[in-house]
């Protein structure tokens, strides 16, 4: 049983450095399309007392012959399977930027609603509450043709372009963005007539990224709400200065959580 926990635990997730005395564990979900690298190297750079484990969906990097999941169901199924164990065990802070902040929420959700386990901290980054009026209206990107698909990509910039220009790159990374989008579009969530958990939530987002709706989100909890704003448009979060100041924030909130957990 042990191998086997093991081994799906290696395929769901990218665990850069080990730490066993780790305080609390911090739970990276991708962008749209993204996969698992830039989070997982987290691990390397964040104090002891953190362990960082990237979500590696199916479609891409090791699990690049899998097919991509269809809907939000399935990666919260297939997460909470592989990392409850792990999640009753300490501390857990989850992160999400765009795409991944819609994960991270419909994980917390699912964790709190069925196993009453609830993060020390949600960290959310670069998009709206998914219940929200700017979220319902957003366009859907999922359905464009190629062109129109990479004319949009170039608009939000913070994809290199000598990505966009290489025809083969492409062939491999618009499916699974796509299918991330496709993913989140069709995500439908109502907003709790209560506040679902009681952790602190932190959301983080570009000053030139288009305008999100940061403020809805304060209610899913009846902790503390933080808006924190950075210079940059939508992959602000690359930055290494930005980077920097989010890693230490996350520290800081992880450092301290472990007494109100006790």
């Given at each position: 049983?042990?191998?086997?926990?093991?081994?799906?635990?290696?395929?769901?997730?990218?665990?850069?450095?080990?730490?066993?005395?780790?305080?609390?564990?911090?739970?990276?979900?991708?962008?749209?399309?993204?996969?698992?690298?830039?989070?997982?190297?987290?691990?390397?750079?964040?104090?002891?007392?953190?362990?960082?484990?990237?979500?590696?969906?199916?479609?891409?990097?090791?699990?690049?012959?899998?097919?991509?999941?269809?809907?939000?169901?399935?990666?919260?199924?297939?997460?909470?399977?592989?990392?409850?164990?792990?999640?009753?065990?300490?501390?857990?802070?989850?992160?999400?930027?765009?795409?991944?902040?819609?994960?991270?929420?419909?994980?917390?959700?699912?964790?709190?609603?069925?196993?009453?386990?609830?993060?020390?901290?949600?960290?959310?980054?670069?998009?709206?509450?998914?219940?929200?009026?700017?979220?319902?209206?957003?366009?859907?990107?999922?359905?464009?043709?190629?062109?129109?698909?990479?004319?949009?990509?170039?608009?939000?910039?913070?994809?290199?372009?000598?990505?966009?220009?290489?025809?083969?790159?492409?062939?491999?990374?618009?499916?699974?963005?796509?299918?991330?989008?496709?993913?989140?579009?069709?995500y439908r969530?109502?907003?709790?007539?209560?506040?679902?958990?009681?952790?602190?939530?932190?959301?983080?987002?570009?000053?030139?990224d288009i305008?999100?709706?940061?403020?809805?989100?304060?209610?899913?909890?009846?902790?503390?709400?933080?808006?924190?704003?950075?210079?940059?448009?939508?992959?602000?979060?690359?930055?290494?200065?930005?980077?920097?100041?989010?890693?230490?924030?996350?520290?800081?909130?992880?450092?301290?959580?472990?007494?109100?957990?006790?």
């Amino acid at each position: 049983m042990e191998q086997t926990a093991s081994n799906s635990m290696d395929k769901v997730v990218n665990c850069f450095k080990k730490r066993p005395d780790a305080v609390a564990r911090l739970i990276c979900f991708p962008w749209a399309g993204g996969g698992s690298i830039h989070y997982a190297r987290w691990g390397n750079v964040l104090s002891s007392s953190v362990e960082v484990l990237a979500v590696k969906l199916p479609g891409r990097e090791s699990r690049a012959k899998e097919p991509f999941f269809e809907n939000m169901q399935q990666i919260v199924d297939e997460v909470i399977s592989v990392l409850l164990p792990l999640l009753k065990e300490k501390p857990f802070a989850l992160f999400g930027h765009s795409f991944g902040a819609f994960t991270s929420f419909a994980v917390a959700d699912a964790l709190k609603k069925i196993h009453n386990v609830e993060p020390v901290h949600i960290f959310l980054s670069g998009a709206s509450a998914p219940y929200s009026e700017t979220r319902i209206k957003t366009p859907k990107r999922s359905d464009l043709s190629d062109e129109d698909f990479l004319k949009w990509l170039i608009s939000i910039g913070g994809t290199p372009p000598e990505l966009l220009a290489n025809p083969e790159v492409l062939k491999l990374f618009l499916p699974a963005l796509k299918a991330d989008l496709h993913v989140v579009e069709n995500y439908r969530c109502n907003k709790a007539s209560s506040p679902l958990f009681s952790c602190p939530v932190t959301c983080f987002d570009g000053k030139d990224d288009i305008p999100h709706d940061l403020q809805a989100w304060k209610d899913i909890t009846s902790g503390d709400f933080t808006i924190k704003m950075f210079h940059g448009s939508h992959f602000y979060l690359k930055d290494s200065g930005n980077e920097k100041i989010i890693l230490d924030y996350v520290t800081k909130h992880l450092e301290t959580s472990e007494m109100d957990y006790l």
